[in-house]
């Protein structure tokens, strides 16, 4: 059975730091790895798609890896700002998406 | 391309009473998803239908819980004889193929049992 697993639970950070949200899975049989941003309240965002192939996506100031052999994928947020405070999801893509619990991260001023 | 929709945002109701919710996918999106989010948990996969078909349903879909999808477009998840631990975060995703493709989240429906 899939699990998915993401470290750390919670990060608080001073602006303009860079970040590293960590990712593992236990079955490394997966087709894709999903990257999504949850707001209070809110449904999910989708940030960044990484097919089985790829080893990593760039979108803005986003860096996602994945190392399948290794179950891991990591999620690199430069210059951070107090707009990225928000839930971070990870998820592996088979037939469905199988979360992990996410990172809850605070950007402050 | 208006975003996948959900109705209502919210839900409260008495236990024992039944629920009904509605996701209208993005349009040409032929799967469509139901995951069920609990607070300070990552989402749960319920179901997916490709077009009209249900081609999978989790553990977690009890029989008091039934999800259709009448002609491929929009979907209803309908929950009977609710219960206190049905409350959650109701999420309805849709994605254009399967795998290589993402999927693209509503902004839920949250359901509170008195």
């Known amino acids: 059975k899939q699990e998915v697993t993401q470290i750390p639970a919670a990060l608080s950070v001073p602006e303009g730091e860079n970040l590293v949200l960590n990712c593992s899975f236990t079955?490394?049989?997966?087709?894709?790895l999903q990257w999504f941003r949850q707001d209070p309240g809110k449904g999910l965002t989708s940030l960044l798609l990484?097919?089985?192939?790829?080893r990593e996506q760039t979108s803005g100031r986003l860096n996602a890896s994945l190392d399948k052999s290794s179950g891991r994928s990591t999620l690199y947020i430069a210059a951070s700002q107090p707009g990225d405070s928000a839930t971070y999801l990870c998820?592996?893509?088979?037939?469905?998406?199988?979360f992990g619990t996410g990172t809850r991260l605070q950007v402050f001023p | 391309d208006t975003g996948v929709s959900q109705d209502p945002r919210h839900k409260i109701t008495k236990r024992g009473q039944n629920v009904t919710f509605r996701c209208d996918p993005i349009?040409?999106?032929?799967?469509l998803y139901w995951y069920r989010q609990t607070l300070g948990q990552g989402p749960e996969f319920l179901t997916y239908?490709?077009?009209?078909?249900?081609?999978?349903k989790s553990r977690l879909l009890s029989d008091r819980f039934s999800a259709e999808r009448p002609k491929g477009s929009f979907s209803t998840l309908e929950i009977q004889r609710t219960e206190q631990g049905d409350s959650a975060m109701y999420l309805c995703?849709?994605?254009?193929?399967?795998?290589?493709?993402?999927?693209?989240f509503g902004d839920g429906t949250r359901l509170s049992i008195l």
């Open positions: 079955d490394s049989a997966i087709y894709n």
């Open positions: 239908f490709q077009n009209e078909a249900q081609l999978e």
């Open positions: 990484i097919q089985s192939s790829q």
């Open positions: 349009s040409e999106h032929n799967r």
């Open positions: 995703a849709s994605s254009l193929g399967w795998g290589n493709q993402p999927q693209h």
């Open positions: 998820a592996v893509v088979s037939d469905k998406l199988i």
